[in-house]
């Protein structure tokens, strides 16, 4: 067996490196190049939450032998060697959000922080390959990378992320004959180029003092792939429960470990005490409220097919996103309530509202302080549900309902640290006047609802993003069976499904469409709509664009993880995607690319929600 | 006993009727059907125990190899599986404890960090990556051409020299090609895996609060000339912004600039360009230096150029433009594959510009002329430095012998030993330089492999070796004779002599920025220039060269490893001093002991200059690796000493506060004799 195993391995090195792939189509670039694409405007990559790695500066005894090795992102095997001296280490401190004393752990720079995730699981580097295929190279090409962990003001405070890429974005401005720099954000990075975008044109103790032409001077588009813009639901239950699929592919990589109690750890209990230390988790919650994402009886979604496959068929005959169908009338007979983002119980995700008990979480926030806490659980694992009393947990589920709104509500309930340190970072609301002193805060940066782009008329923004696979939107929860010391008291109700194959509710959770992470609605409405023309969010106007790629899995393994696809992540390595990349970094502008390209229901949508504009 | 010998007889007979009978059995196969079943059955048998043990050769053969397979897993296993403290517990238990490392030491005194600090690593130590190549290099995109495992030279080596190579006229990218420094602190950390360069000094910063914040480090491609590097890629702005950056973000605190090796040239070269007006330089304005940089600790700076560049230019020997041959001498000596590779290596690195910013610099009046050499005969300090610090006898005898009397440093090539050691006026000489170059001698055979030697031809040859010596001055001129091309690039980017007039407009050319006898430094009063360097050393100095046997598709010339004089330190035809193995003191200390310290000409604003000189002692066993107090030219970034004298600079010391110069080698005297106007 060894031997076969050195056999095969000798053999693998030796196979010439174009074996493995002999069959692959030229990729973009090399076809853009012969199309005479050279580099104009310098580019900056932007990660988003998880991708980007860390590596440790200092740490504590058992992670001797660690210096300057990553600890997140890389092949993670220290997670199986030491995993508790891991999570120890990745954690961040309680209260302040910063550093645990004694724990230096530092986002990787360079462009290297996040190409690959895993050895193979590329995130930024096929983006980068086909950039330098058309003459891209480490002088124009700029990798903005931060802890990830952190919030958005904190990268400045403590790593000076900001002023550095400020000073980067400038040196490329110069360096490369005064073109302007072409972003590219993806995922969380969206938000954290929104909050750099106003924090360099703030004055300087607070921004970064760029002036209010920063922007305009030096950025030709932003690009935004995948944005979440308007925040994910996902968030929420992984707050809540830490389940979703999320806050990253961790589950994906490691499911036997996440799941199970291996080496009798509550694997799931360590996580959500170590990402509830994370405060840029709470970036990504849902964003504009009932307003946005519908209350108890209405969301901008309902009525739309979440039957992705039949859509398809529709939408290849009519390619156009107005259509109607009988199949979609069919449906709204029983619309799916998809503003109630969390309900406990299926009837209580489909009675009508005023079945429904009055929200009562103001009282529960009173009650909270005289909580009777279970002594015997003040173990290791502190997860802040150790605080709540069994009663207390009762009434949050006997509330059956909450919306986007009170879901904040019911987190604050369940995680008063967690967010009253977050809340001083970042703020899901939507502003009535925009010119009020205090959305000069910088908690309201990140937020595309209480903020104005910036002044700058011939700066244009792009959302890309995939669309065409069933996305989470909203969530059933039980009880747990155990009250067993220490556990997470809820969790998604996964037996609950919907009639048929084609419900939208599998398995506790209701579908919408999307990238597998963030819903349409959250990635298109700015562009589709808050953004459009001149609103108040848009005093001077920047132009938007809508892309959507429509997902198209692998139809082979040897294809990997494919050229069209729209997933997430995933869709960096889509062809339609990096052309219209490589195409506006070469000097094209929105209108030369072709302009909006739709095929979900995102107009449709953004018209049914009432913001005043 | 008849009755044993019977039994004994019968059993040999049945033995031998056995035999015959299987004898029999081989022969008529056929008839074995007819034969008694019994027997054939016992034939059959003793056929099988004889395959078996014909298979049984094979089958060990096969255990072998599963054995070592097996154990090499085990082994494997054991070494992952094993924690990462072992090896330093092993080392501990065998030696006794370590010293605590310098950071960890600092730490408990309290010290934190102050100044950013600001890396400028030397030639060949910076990791270079692919980004656009040939088709031979599909699938090596992104990856490392040059640092890290060099996996790419054994499988394809003729596509990573082209790859390596530069245009031959411009200096700068073949085309199609495209290899660029690989950046951030993972660029010179580590030069292959296990090899540190910067790796410890970066680790025990960290100790005491460094980070990536505040720590930078100032990659660029080493191959080009330092100009080009901006014209290129715009690293020289990338460096002035970071550095802008870093003091704006560490609260005004100025950057100590740590330049080793080449680097140290690079980052003069820097200096001036910062401050030099916009289109040929950084615009940064007169005060730039003084506003932003505290000191810059030039770790084995090569000033004033290493013999070593003229050798590695002339013939491509030298132990040379780095490690290399170190790394792998089996590759470059012997004809592997019948390729031609030190051909191959010369034709390489003579497209690299940067070599010849190392060229000695000062001609004459530093290096020394025919009859003298500003190292030649002394004794008396020497033993006075044995009684202080105790070293071996051993040692004391190498070092007797490579600072004895009668060197002849100033001859840096000379064609025989004889010519070596006779007095200038013996010599009989015949000027190279208006010879006429013969037609090429190169036949078609050795074509592909060209090096500007197959454009000289014999009678150009001939006049080379006809010239007999040469000094440090006359070397440049060697190199025009030999080289034009390659010496035609350079000199637009670099120059070796000395000012007479700092004030002239000429020395405003970038070609002057590196060599410090040609520029001015900074008007920056309060920054501070170290020069930390290894002595104890023997280091090349001077060669001895004779014809190639064999001339036609050879380098003509080559060192004379026969020449051998011990009392003169000459050894395998290689005159060597004090040192670190690469840059002789003279040329890493010349500077800071004499040429800038004071108010001088080279120094109008009087900035202070230290040296800081390490004593190297190697390695008491392998377990230590490369020792913690090496003064060799790569491993004193290893040197605790030195690590600790650069953590306190960085958090806030003086050069008063480390004790001012610390001098083992006899460089203020050598610095005497040189007769420079100040």
Not at chain 1, 299 to 323: I, M
Request: proline letters at 6%; a neutral charge.
């Amino acid at each position: 067996m060894c031997t076969t195993w050195w056999l095969l391995l000798f053999l693998f090195h030796c196979l010439p490196p174009t074996m493995t792939g002999f069959q692959v189509p030229e990729s973009p670039g090399e076809r853009l190049k012969r199309e005479g694409l050279t580099p104009l405007h310098p580019v900056v990559l932007v990660p988003g939450i998880v991708t980007g790695g860390l590596e440790l500066w200092e740490g504590r005894p058992c992670s001797e032998g660690l210096f300057r090795k990553r600890l997140w992102g890389g092949s993670f095997t220290e997670i199986f060697k030491r995993p508790l001296c891991w999570l120890e280490h990745l954690s961040l401190h309680n209260e302040t959000g910063l550093d645990p004393p004694g724990i230096r752990v530092r986002a990787v720079p360079g462009l290297v922080a996040a190409d690959y995730f895993a050895p193979g699981y590329f995130v930024w580097a096929v983006l980068i390959e086909n950039l330098a295929k058309i003459g891209y190279e480490g002088k124009n090409m700029y990798m903005a990378a931060y802890d990830w962990r952190l919030s958005f003001q904190n990268t400045e405070i403590r790593d000076q992320a900001l002023s550095r890429l400020k000073s980067k974005i400038e040196l490329m401005y110069v360096t490369n004959g005064y073109k302007k720099v072409v972003v590219v954000p993806h995922s969380m990075g969206v938000i954290y180029f929104l909050h750099f975008m106003k924090w360099v044109e703030s004055p300087s103790p607070m921004g970064g003092g760029g002036g209010p032409n920063w922007c305009a001077k030096h950025i030709k588009a932003v690009m935004n792939i995948g944005p979440a813009f308007l925040g994910v639901p996902k968030a929420v239950s992984n707050i809540f429960s830490a389940e979703g699929k999320d806050v990253a592919f961790l589950r994906a990589i490691a499911p036997g470990l996440l799941d199970s109690d291996m080496l009798g750890l509550q694997t799931l209990e360590h996580l959500m005490r170590v990402s509830r230390t994370w405060d840029s988790t709470i970036s990504l919650l849902p964003k504009g409220g009932d307003t946005i994402w519908g209350n108890l009886d209405w969301s901008p979604e309902e009525g739309l097919s979440c039957d992705l496959d039949k859509r398809k068929l529709s939408s290849s005959d009519t390619t156009n996103f107005n259509h109607s169908d009988g199949d979609i009338g069919f449906r709204i007979k029983d619309p799916i309530k998809y503003g109630r983002v969390i309900s406990f119980g299926k009837a209580a995700s489909q009675i009508p509202s005023s079945h429904l008990p009055p929200p009562d979480l103001k009282e529960l926030l009173g009650m909270r302080s005289s909580s009777g806490l279970n002594l015997s659980c003040s173990g290791e694992v502190w997860t802040e549900y150790d605080e709540v009393s069994r009663e207390n947990i009762i009434k949050v589920a006997e509330n059956k309902a909450y919306t986007a709104q009170n879901t904040f509500d019911l987190l604050r309930f369940v995680a008063p640290k967690l967010m009253q340190r977050a809340e001083a970072h970042f703020s899901h609301g939507i502003a009535d006047n925009l010119d009020d002193p205090k959305y000069s805060h910088y908690k309201y940066w990140s937020n595309p609802l209480e903020t104005k782009l910036p002044n700058a008329p011939d700066m244009e923004i792009y959302s890309l993003y995939g669309v065409g696979i069933p996305t989470e939107r909203s969530y059933i929860y039980k009880m747990s069976p155990s009250s067993k010391c220490k556990s997470i008291p809820f969790r998604i109700d996964s037996s609950v499904n919907g009639q048929g194959d084609n419900s939208c509710l599998k398995s506790g959770v209701y579908f919408v469409d999307g990238d597998e992470s963030v819903p349409v609605l959250s990635a298109g409405f700015m562009c589709a709509k808050g953004w459009r023309g001149k609103t108040r969010f848009n005093p001077s106007g920047s132009a938007t664009y809508l892309r959507e790629y429509r997902h198209k899995a692998p139809s082979s393994l040897l294809q990997g993880r494919g050229l069209e696809s729209g997933a997430h992540v995933d869709i960096m390595g889509n062809v339609a995607l990096i052309e219209d990349v490589l195409r506006v970094a070469a000097g094209a502008s929105g209108r030369d690319i072709g302009g909006d390209r739709i095929y979900s229901d995102i107009m449709k949508m953004s018209e049914r929600i009432n913001l005043q504009l | 006993m008849a009755t044993i010998r019977r039994r004994k007889a019968a059993e040999n007979s049945e033995i031998s009727k056995e035999e015959e009978e299987e004898h029999k059995d081989e022969e008529e196969s056929d008839d074995t059907k007819k034969k008694q079943p019994g027997k054939v059955h016992k034939a059959k048998k003793k056929s099988e125990d004889k395959n078996k043990n014909k298979w049984s050769c094979v089958d060990s053969c096969c255990w072998f190899i599963g054995c070592i397979c097996t154990v090499w897993w085990v082994l494997l296993f054991l070494y992952n599986a094993m924690p990462a403290s072992f090896p330093q517990y092993v080392t501990e238990a065998i030696t006794g404890p370590l010293p605590d490392p310098p950071g960890v030491k600092l730490k408990k005194e309290g010290v934190s960090v102050k100044h950013p600090v600001v890396f400028v690593p030397g030639i060949v130590t910076g990791g270079l990556e692919l980004w656009e190549g040939h088709h031979c290099a599909d699938g090596l995109f992104r990856k490392r051409l040059w640092g890290g495992t060099f996996g790419e030279v054994y499988k394809r080596p003729f596509c990573w020299m082209k790859h390596m190579s530069l245009d031959n006229e411009t200096g700068l990218d073949p085309s199609g090609i495209r290899v660029r420094p690989v950046t951030g602190l993972v660029a010179a950390d580590y030069f292959a895996p296990g090899y540190f360069v910067w790796a410890v000094l970066i680790a025990n910063l960290a100790r005491v609060g460094y980070e990536e914040k505040n720590m930078y480090m100032a990659a660029y491609d080493w191959r080009i000339s330092f100009q080009n590097t901006e014209v290129r890629d715009q690293t020289l702005s990338r460096i002035k912004s970071n550095i802008e950056l870093m003091v704006a973000t560490n609260g005004g605190n100025k950057a100590v600039i740590l330049p080793h090796s080449m680097g140290v040239l690079y980052f003069l070269h820097f200096m001036k360009w910062v401050e030099a007006p916009a289109p040929m330089g950084g615009g940064g304005g007169p005060d730039w230096c003084a506003k932003h940089i505290k000191a810059v600790m030039n770790i084995g700076g090569p000033f004033l150029g290493v013999p070593k560049a003229v050798a590695g230019l002339f013939s491509s020997e030298a132990k040379d433009v780095a490690v290399a041959r170190a790394i792998a001498p089996g590759f470059l000596d012997n004809d592997i594959f019948r390729l031609q590779t030190l051909q191959h290596a010369m034709k390489m690195t003579r497209t690299w510009d940067s070599t010849m910013s190392m060229i000695p610099k000062g001609g004459d009046t530093i290096w020394g002329a025919h009859n003298w050499s500003p190292e030649d005969c002394y004794n008396l300090k020497d033993s006075q430095r044995n009684n202080d610090t105790q070293i071996s006898s051993e040692e004391r005898i190498e070092k007797l012998s490579s600072q004895s009397k009668s060197a002849h440093y100033g001859k840096m090539i000379s064609f025989g030993k004889d010519v070596a050691d006779a007095h200038s006026s013996e010599i009989e000489r015949i000027d190279f330089r208006d010879a006429i170059k013969g037609n090429n001698i190169a036949n078609s055979t050795c074509r592909d492999v060209w090096t500007e030697y197959h454009d000289m031809g014999i009678e150009g040859i001939r006049a080379v070796a006809d010239y007999k010596v040469y000094t440090a001055e006359e070397v440049v001129d060697l190199l025009h004779f030999v080289a034009p091309k390659m010496m035609k690039r350079g000199s637009a980017h670099f120059s070796f002599g000395i000012a007479d007039n700092l004030d002239d407009p000429m020395y405003n050319h970038y070609k002057y920025w590196s060599n410090p006898l040609e520029t001015k430094l900074p008007n920056a009063p309060d920054m501070e220039i170290f020069s930390l360097y290894g002595v104890g050393i023997p280091t090349e100095r001077a060669y001895v060269y004779k014809l190639s046997p064999a001339a036609e598709c050879y380098i003509p010339f080559q060192i004379d490893t026969k020449a051998n004089d011990e009392e003169n330190c000459l050894k395998d035809g290689v005159y060597s001093v004090d040192g670190d193995e690469t840059v002789p003191v003279l040329s890493a200390g010349f500077m800071c002991a004499k040429g800038w310290r004071g108010k001088t000409r080279f120094n109008p604003s009087g900035i202070r200059t230290y040296i800081r000189e390490y004593d190297h002692s190697p390695p008491s066993n392998l377990l230590e690796g490369r020792g913690t107090q090496s003064g060799a030219h790569v491993d004193i970034m290893g040197n605790f000493a030195l690590i600790e004298d650069v953590l306190r600079v960085a958090t806030g010391a003086s050069g008063k506060d480390l004790g001012g110069d610390q001098v083992h080698s006899d460089i203020f005297k050598w610095s005497e004799k040189i007769n420079l106007r100040l």
